[in-house]
C-alpha cells in the first residue's frame, strides 16, 4: 500500500508584474495558508516519508514551509524540473519514479496539471483544486512504478477554505 498526497502550491504574490511566472514568491495569504493547512494534516496523524515539488519559487516555497510545519528533514525535500511545465502525464510519470523504500510521499506542484492529474488518479471530477489544496489518495499497490489512472482511492480533499465540523 503506498499514500499519495497532492498539494497545490500555496497562493503566490502578483506584486511584482515584472517577475518571470518561476520566481513570483509566495502571498501572505498563502505564508498563512501552509500552516493552517499543515495543522490539519498533523492533527488527522499524517506523515510523509518525502516531497516532490516543481523548482518554481513558489512551490520550492511551499514544499519547505510544509515540511517544516509537519518535522520533515529538509533533506526529504526535492525539486524534479520536469514538474514546472508538467501536465497530469508528467505529473503521473513522476510518481511512478518514487524510492519504493517511501510508502507516503507528496507531490507538489500548479495548476491547472494538479487538477487533471488527480481527476485521472482516482476517476474524480473536481472542478478547480484551490491553491494549497491537499489530496490524499491511497493506492493499493506495492512499488510506485504500478501507478495507474484510475487506480488511487481519494481518501481526504483539504483546502484552507473548507468549513471542518466543530
Not at 47 to 59: C, E, K, M, N, Y
Not at 98 to 118: K, Q
Request: glycine residues 6%; charged residues 20%.
Amino acid at each position: 500500500m503506498k499514500t499519495l498526497f497532492v498539494l497545490r502550491h500555496a497562493k503566490s504574490s502578483w506584486d511584482d508584474p515584472e517577475l518571470k511566472d518561476f520566481a513570483r514568491p509566495l502571498a501572505a495569504r498563502g505564508l498563512e495558508d501552509i500552516p493552517l493547512m499543515a495543522s490539519r494534516f498533523v492533527a488527522r496523524g499524517l506523515a510523509l516519508d518525502g516531497i516532490v515539488s516543481s523548482p518554481a519559487l513558489r512551490t520550492q516555497s511551499t514544499a519547505s514551509l510544509w515540511a517544516g510545519q509537519v518535522g520533515l528533514d529538509a533533506s526529504c525535500v526535492t525539486s524534479n524540473p520536469e514538474l514546472y511545465f508538467a501536465g497530469a502525464p508528467m505529473l503521473l510519470r513522476a510518481a511512478s519514479l518514487f524510492d519504493d523504500e517511501r510508502d507516503s510521499v507528496m507531490l507538489v506542484g500548479h495548476n491547472p496539471a494538479i487538477t487533471d492529474f488527480v481527476n485521472d488518479l482516482a476517476s474524480l471530477e473536481i472542478e478547480n483544486v484551490p491553491t494549497c489544496g491537499l489530496l490524499h489518495f491511497e493506492l493499493a499497490i506495492d512499488h510506485w512504478q504500478q501507478i495507474a489512472p484510475g487506480k488511487a482511492t481519494l481518501i481526504d480533499f483539504d483546502y484552507p477554505k473548507r468549513q471542518l465540523p466543530t
